[in-house]
């Protein structure tokens, strides 16, 4: 069903092609319902009456007062360069004073015809100085006739004005004006919330939200509308979300159940440990989906170092004991061959199917990157193909068309923000049947974010770090201030690699000039506004400061996302085989790099880095039984956010709590963003940290709607809304799940 025509009109018929098309290409405002939910951002307040004599300066001021005199004055400017340009200026009186009004040019009309001597209005505007006499530019006015003027005073110098988000093509104002044309359209708005909901949480119609939320006469009135206007978004939102879940559980999947005495008994009998009862618990959840008839969707959400791996692996390896096949996409070659090395070491001869020595219970793992040489890659796609090899582990070059599987049974997605929803679903549709979903994610993401961007995946969470795991001590470090904590900070690295260990340090970009993605101009111009304007250190000029300077005799070496994958991987080997001290690296190592011996990390310019970024570089050391150590260095002053953020992050190592301060201080569009939502654009009044409860709640109630009424046969309204929030791209968003 199409939206209410009056609703659809594009605005080019409404307000003239010249106000639509900025609109259009400004705000991504195109018809009439697009402009009623444009909200204000904020309200001013006109202000009670103020007298002349008393006007204080840059507020808004309502004042009642008569002209005295009105002249129009014509000049030559650029815009009108024969004279023509035309500029009103009227002067007000209300016995305690005198003030002047300007108007310039189409504005000069109406108030020309209408601000005679003798007349009485009230005027409201910002005030200003020009040639040292004070006035007001453009104000708004009413005119007072009759025997109203009390009431018409009182309602209109307490009015609240809504300031918009505007763009330097457009004014608040101009779009207020614009709004207030297409304003009566609201009545026609089709409610989607339905009546039971309404009514039972005391929510006002939808057409009076629009009403007040535009034109407010109280700042109860704002709030109805807000408190409304929320509650349409997370509810549409969670519809769609519950459709898609609905939607999921209707397709086939092949159950996928372990043999007793399979392989994932003689991978469990072999562990040196026991798994925490959050490994247990969150195993059980997986475990009951993989065996269901329709595809499990799982999101896997655990604090670095909680043995997410672990529980995958068991995953994959009761698919492979049920005759499936188990895939595990990894963003970066570096973190393939990791997960690919640390998941062979785990299982032992359990991986060495097919080959001598061999346990008779084994399956072949293989590994598939794009840098493989050619008859590797071959012998790889023949061991996927005939079903040899149960597991295997790859970047995106999984998803190339030549890749096929015998029978995929489950996929494992690690870190999903890596990845487009393109992509996993580009392996999903590689299986038979729809194949078992199970993504994971180091970075710990609040209840409510998980349920607004991966709404349409179960959510499980590890939350209890393995026996063994050492406490990491962070302490920031403030470089500018106390340049002796630097010199402190080298010498901490030193005597950890005297007592056999090895170190980090991260730095924010690699040095060879070329534009880098981790150097965003942004993020550097948001440090650079607290400090002086610095580039971003970079790897190789520290690597060669610190071997000539702090850390001399001792076996640094560099690591970066430009080097050759090879390079890389002999990098990496190195250190984990301790013939290297120190690594200096950006980022690449931020996600899944295990080397237990590594006890210390000094991070660079940390004031460049997110919060949740911070905590999942932190998560590289600690990782054995010997403590860890994160020294935060920055050159920011005392008083700066940057470094509140860091303090926040030097105080908890709890990544829960990190990322709802990581919220809080950021707009959730980048959080969304990052998760590749359709959400994002469509969140205009729902803030996802602040509205938990309503996100939450709006989630029952969507599950509990289409449960009874899959196809919404019985709420046009919300089928309307729906429409309007999942446009074509946005629908394949959430198809892609």
């Keep these: 069903m199409d939206l209410v025509p009056a609703l659809q009109e594009p605005l080019k018929k409404v307000l003239g092609p010249a106000t639509a098309k900025v609109m259009a290409e400004h705000l991504g405002l195109h018809t009439v319902s697009d402009l009623l939910?444009?909200?204000?951002?904020?309200?001013e307040e006109r202000g009670q009456l103020t007298h002349l004599a008393d006007l204080p300066m840059d507020e808004h001021v309502t004042v009642i007062a008569q002209v005295a005199d009105a002249r129009l004055h014509t000049f030559a400017s650029?815009?009108?360069?024969?004279?023509?340009?035309?500029?009103?200026?009227?002067?007000?009186?209300?016995?305690?004073?005198?003030?002047?009004?300007?108007?310039?040019?189409?504005?000069?009309?109406?108030?020309h015809k209408e601000l005679l001597p003798g007349t009485r209005a009230l005027f409201a505007g910002k005030v200003s100085v020009f040639n040292r006499k004070l006035q007001l530019a453009h104000p708004a006015y009413e005119?007072?006739?009759?025997?109203?003027?009390?009431?018409?005073?009182?309602?209109?110098?307490?009015?609240?004005?809504p300031i918009y988000p505007a763009t330097a093509k457009l004014e608040s104002w101009k779009i207020a004006k614009s709004v207030q044309t297409v304003l009566p359209s609201a009545q026609e708005a089709l409610d989607p919330l339905p009546d039971s909901l309404r009514a039972g949480r005391a929510l006002v119609p939808l057409p009076e939200a629009l009403l007040k939320v535009h034109r407010p006469h109280t700042k109860a009135d704002i709030a109805e509308a807000r408190s409304r206007l929320k509650w349409d978004e997370a509810f549409v939102l969670q519809v769609a979300l519950a459709r898609r879940r609905h939607a999921d559980a209707q397709l086939p999947a092949v159950p996928r159940v372990p043999a007793p005495d399979g392989l994932l008994a003689a991978f469990d009998a072999k562990l040196p440990f026991t798994l925490t009862d959050g490994q247990q618990k969150v195993s059980r959840e997986i475990f009951d989906d993989l065996a269901t008839e329709h595809p499990m969707h799982r999101l896997l959400q655990g604090e670095v170092g909680s043995g997410k791996t672990?529980?995958?692996?068991?995953?994959?390896?009761?698919?492979?004991?049920?005759?499936?096949?188990?895939?595990?996409?990894?963003?970066?070659?570096?973190?393939a061959q990791q997960h690919h090395r640390s998941i062979v070491e785990m299982m032992g001869e359990l991986a060495e199917g097919g080959m001598l020595g061999g346990a008779e219970k084994a399956t072949k793992v293989v590994l598939l990157t794009g840098s493989m040489g050619t008859a590797a890659r071959r012998q790889a796609l023949l061991d996927l193909v005939t079903g040899e090899a149960g597991i295997v582990i790859g970047t995106h070059a999984l998803i190339e068309d030549k890749v096929q599987f015998h029978d995929l049974g489950l996929v494992v997605v690690d870190e999903q923000h890596r990845f487009g929803v393109e992509q996993r679903d580009a392996l999903r549709g590689k299986g038979?049947?729809?194949?078992?979903l199970l993504v994971m994610t180091a970075t710990p993401i609040p209840r409510t974010v998980a349920m607004t961007v991966f709404g349409d995946l179960e959510t499980s969470v590890l939350d209890q770090l393995p026996a063994g795991r050492s406490p990491i001590a962070s302490h920031v470090v403030p470089a500018a201030d106390k340049p002796h904590f630097l010199a402190r900070a080298w010498e901490r690295v030193r005597e950890e690699v005297a007592g056999g260990h090895q170190a980090y340090v991260v730095c924010p970009r690699i040095?060879?000039?070329?534009?880098?993605?981790?150097?965003?101009?942004?993020?550097?111009?948001?440090?650079?506004?607290?400090?002086?304007?610095?580039?971003?250190?970079?790897?190789?000029?520290?690597?060669?400061?610190?071997?000539?300077?702090?850390?001399?005799?001792?076996?640094?070496?560099?690591?970066?996302?430009?080097?050759?994958?090879?390079?890389?991987?002999?990098?990496?080997?190195?250190?984990?085989?301790?013939?290297?001290?120190?690594l200096v690296a950006t980022t690449v190592i931020e996600v899944g790099v295990n080397v237990p011996n590594a006890t210390a990390m000094v991070i660079m310019d940390a004031d460049r880095f997110g919060v949740s970024q911070l905590h999942q570089l932190r998560g590289r050391v600690g990782r054995g039984s010997a403590p860890g150590l994160c020294l935060l260095v920055t050159e920011m002053p005392e008083a700066s956010a940057a470094r509140q953020r860091l303090n926040a992050v030097a105080s908890t190592l709890d990544g829960f709590e990190l990322s709802r301060i990581d919220l809080e201080q950021r707009r959730?569009?980048?959080?969304?963003?990052?998760?590749?939502?359709?959400?994002?654009?469509?969140?205009?009044?729902?803030?996802?940290i602040e509205d938990e409860e309503i996100i939450a709640e709006a989630r029952q109630e969507a599950t509990a709607v289409v449960s009874d009424d899959p196809d919404l046969e019985r709420l046009p309204g919300l089928r309307t809304a729906l429409d309007a929030l999942l446009d074509e791209e946005r629908e394949q968003y959430l198809d892609k799940g």
Excluded: C
Excluded at 310 to 335: C, H, I, S
């Design 37 to 43: 939910h444009h909200y204000p951002r904020r309200y």
């Design 78 to 111: 650029a815009k009108a360069p024969r004279g023509k340009g035309q500029r009103l200026e009227v002067t007000i009186t209300d016995g305690s004073g005198r003030l002047q009004l300007v108007f310039f040019g189409n504005g000069v009309h109406k108030p």
């Design 143 to 161: 005119l007072l006739r009759g025997d109203d003027v009390a009431e018409t005073v009182d309602s209109w110098a307490g009015a609240l004005i």
């Design 310 to 335: 672990l529980v995958a692996l068991r995953a994959m390896l009761a698919v492979v004991d049920a005759g499936g096949q188990a895939a595990m996409l990894a963003p970066t070659e570096v973190l």
């Design 432 to 436: 038979k049947q729809p194949p078992h």
């Design 511 to 582: 040095g060879d000039d070329i534009d880098e993605p981790g150097d965003s101009k942004k993020a550097r111009k948001s440090a650079e506004d607290e400090a002086e304007k610095r580039p971003p250190l970079a790897v190789l000029d520290v690597a060669d400061q610190l071997a000539k300077g702090p850390l001399k005799g001792l076996r640094v070496e560099v690591l970066h996302g430009r080097m050759h994958p090879d390079d890389k991987d002999a990098v990496m080997r190195r250190f984990a085989a301790g013939e290297t001290d120190v």
């Design 668 to 688: 959730e569009g980048d959080v969304l963003g990052q998760a590749q939502s359709g959400a994002r654009t469509s969140l205009r009044m729902l803030a996802v």
